[in-house]
């Protein structure tokens, strides 16, 4: 039988075998699982068993304090946090010190930078063993400014690398996953920043842009934004915030914004010399006939402005089902492309990847069965294809007009030549770094770098 300990709904904890001497915790018995702040999360094999090495700034707002811990993997659960996100966690067990108790909890390990506590202790883990008083704070006791001092001065890291933010929405996308790795494997440091979690300050003489949580995010070195298409108006406002405050962005928010204009990124690329599929634009379905006329007849592509990874892009084999098709969307009132079918192409396209106005990374893109779309996502597959000269060069001049530093440049095989289908401002990594085996995302890190004329260890890709 322990006698219970009495605290208040925040207090010091430690956690020796992590080699954390103190940490601020919020106490929380509506709270189910515990919570530690972890960043640079690496699962890794010891001694044939499963284990995790994380990093943590065990102090709130203190980036310059690190600790770098380890411990034996208990498990990987799906937490839902109390504003109703869902996340996939590594859960660890270690002994936890709350004034002179000591014992065995299981803790989540999450980014826990837009909280208050860096720590969060669940009723589980308090179960038989505490008794909250949630009117009183610190009934154990709290270090002073001078012991929390002594004890993390020797903690404190002199930054070598650039403070690069990854400004997206899913920490788990296989993409945005590579790029943190990639960043941190060149010694910088990474931040994922759900860009539903940030909100910003309008203000001429301190323009700030906040994180959840109040955390200012002020003191970035360079951002990436990887805005999916629903977020293109807010994404996009938060990376000019950022331009603002004179931060470096990988692709600008001006660049994003006319990339998703399916249009009007087509009549910039035609205004600097890039061939297209003829395409069709028309605001009334009065003149469908002529519409269809005009790119050669059916067979023929009808495209969604708004569409995106295939979606919205129907093939109407005949007229009348291409007139059915384009009335139906201009009934909803959808903006539409109508574009001439290259069949010769045979449901397959080139995906090439331009960094820094260099293609550095190019497949060939093959639709399933029956399918004419080419895009991975649809199920299509990927294969390793040499790009011509003429196609590189028209990859490059399309990322150039479009004023991307990063894009995914499609362009389909014709009896007329290459045609540029569509210039992408956040191109997915998965097929391409699966098909290539190349460190697309170590490329793009590499970009960030240049812009600050860092030297690094060049990085090897396959050839």
């Given at each position: 039988m322990f006698d219970k300990v009495i605290v208040g709904s925040e207090e010091w904890c430690a956690f020796p075998q992590l080699g954390i001497p103190t940490i601020k915790a919020r106490v929380d018995s509506g709270a189910k699982t515990s919570a530690l702040h972890a960043i640079n999360i690496t699962p890794f094999q010891k001694e044939g068993e499963n284990w995790v090495k994380f990093d943590i700034n065990p102090i709130q707002n203190n980036t310059k304090t690190v600790l770098h811990c380890q411990a034996p993997l208990v498990d990987k659960r799906i937490v839902k946090s109390s504003s109703g996100y869902r996340e996939k966690r590594y859960v660890i067990k270690s002994e936890i010190q709350i004034g002179e108790a000591r014992w065995d909890i299981e803790v989540t390990l999450t980014n826990r930078d837009s909280m208050g506590f860096r720590m969060l202790l669940g009723r589980e883990a308090m179960s038989g063993r505490i008794l909250v008083d949630p009117e009183q704070k610190y009934l154990l006791g709290q270090p002073t400014s001078e012991k929390l001092k002594e004890f993390y001065e020797k903690n404190e890291e002199i930054r070598s690398g650039l403070r690069i933010g990854l400004l997206a929405s899913n920490?788990?996308?296989?993409?945005?996953?590579?790029?943190?790795?990639?960043?941190?494997?060149?010694?910088?440091?990474?931040?994922?920043?759900?860009?539903?979690?940030?909100?910003?300050?309008?203000?001429?003489?301190?323009?700030?842009?906040?994180?959840?949580?109040?955390?200012?995010?002020?003191?970035?070195?360079?951002?990436?934004?990887?805005?999916?298409?629903?977020?293109?108006?807010?994404?996009?406002?938060?990376?000019?915030?950022?331009?603002?405050?004179?931060?470096?962005?990988?692709?600008?928010?001006?660049?994003?914004?006319?990339?998703?204009?399916?249009?009007?990124?087509?009549?910039l690329l035609l205004n600097s010399g890039v061939d297209i599929p003829t395409t069709g634009f028309a605001n009334s379905p009065l003149d469908t006939n002529d519409l269809i006329k005009m790119v050669g007849g059916p067979p023929l592509i009808v495209k969604l402005l708004e569409g995106t990874q295939g979606k919205g892009v129907v093939l109407a084999e005949?007229?009348?089902?291409?007139?059915?098709?384009?009335?139906?969307?201009?009934?909803?009132?959808?903006?539409?492309?109508?574009?001439?079918?290259?069949?010769?192409?045979?449901?397959?396209?080139?995906?090439?990847?331009?960094?820094?106005?260099?293609?550095?990374?190019?497949?060939?893109?093959?639709?399933?069965?029956?399918?004419?779309?080419?895009?991975?996502h649809l199920g299509g597959t990927a294969s390793v294809i040499k790009a011509t000269a003429e196609e590189k060069k028209i990859a490059i001049k399309a990322a150039k007009a479009m004023n991307l530093k990063v894009a995914g440049v499609d362009i389909i095989r014709s009896s007329k030549g290459p045609l540029l289908l569509e210039v992408n401002s956040s191109p997915g990594l998965e097929g391409i770094e699966g098909a290539t085996e190349k460190d697309i995302a170590g490329e793009m890190i590499r970009a960030i770098e240049k812009n600050f004329k860092m030297r690094r260890t060049p990085i090897v890709t396959n050839p």
């Amino acid at each position: 039988m322990f006698d219970k300990v009495i605290v208040g709904s925040e207090e010091w904890c430690a956690f020796p075998q992590l080699g954390i001497p103190t940490i601020k915790a919020r106490v929380d018995s509506g709270a189910k699982t515990s919570a530690l702040h972890a960043i640079n999360i690496t699962p890794f094999q010891k001694e044939g068993e499963n284990w995790v090495k994380f990093d943590i700034n065990p102090i709130q707002n203190n980036t310059k304090t690190v600790l770098h811990c380890q411990a034996p993997l208990v498990d990987k659960r799906i937490v839902k946090s109390s504003s109703g996100y869902r996340e996939k966690r590594y859960v660890i067990k270690s002994e936890i010190q709350i004034g002179e108790a000591r014992w065995d909890i299981e803790v989540t390990l999450t980014n826990r930078d837009s909280m208050g506590f860096r720590m969060l202790l669940g009723r589980e883990a308090m179960s038989g063993r505490i008794l909250v008083d949630p009117e009183q704070k610190y009934l154990l006791g709290q270090p002073t400014s001078e012991k929390l001092k002594e004890f993390y001065e020797k903690n404190e890291e002199i930054r070598s690398g650039l403070r690069i933010g990854l400004l997206a929405s899913n920490p788990d996308l296989y993409s945005n996953r590579r790029i943190m790795e990639a960043g941190e494997a060149r010694g910088h440091e990474m931040h994922f920043l759900n860009l539903k979690y940030c909100y910003m300050k309008l203000d001429a003489e301190t323009p700030e842009i906040h994180y959840r949580g109040g955390r200012v995010l002020n003191d970035f070195d360079a951002v990436i934004p990887r805005i999916r298409p629903s977020m293109t108006f807010y994404g996009c406002a938060l990376t000019r915030h950022f331009e603002a405050l004179k931060v470096f962005c990988l692709n600008s928010a001006a660049a994003i914004s006319q990339s998703r204009d399916k249009l009007y990124s087509l009549q910039l690329l035609l205004n600097s010399g890039v061939d297209i599929p003829t395409t069709g634009f028309a605001n009334s379905p009065l003149d469908t006939n002529d519409l269809i006329k005009m790119v050669g007849g059916p067979p023929l592509i009808v495209k969604l402005l708004e569409g995106t990874q295939g979606k919205g892009v129907v093939l109407a084999e005949t007229k009348k089902a291409a007139e059915s098709v384009i009335n139906a969307f201009k009934s909803l009132n959808a903006n539409i492309l109508v574009q001439e079918f290259i069949k010769e192409a045979n449901g397959k396209d080139l995906r090439l990847f331009v960094i820094d106005g260099k293609v550095v990374a190019s497949i060939q893109r093959e639709a399933l069965p029956g399918e004419f779309r080419a895009n991975i996502h649809l199920g299509g597959t990927a294969s390793v294809i040499k790009a011509t000269a003429e196609e590189k060069k028209i990859a490059i001049k399309a990322a150039k007009a479009m004023n991307l530093k990063v894009a995914g440049v499609d362009i389909i095989r014709s009896s007329k030549g290459p045609l540029l289908l569509e210039v992408n401002s956040s191109p997915g990594l998965e097929g391409i770094e699966g098909a290539t085996e190349k460190d697309i995302a170590g490329e793009m890190i590499r970009a960030i770098e240049k812009n600050f004329k860092m030297r690094r260890t060049p990085i090897v890709t396959n050839p």
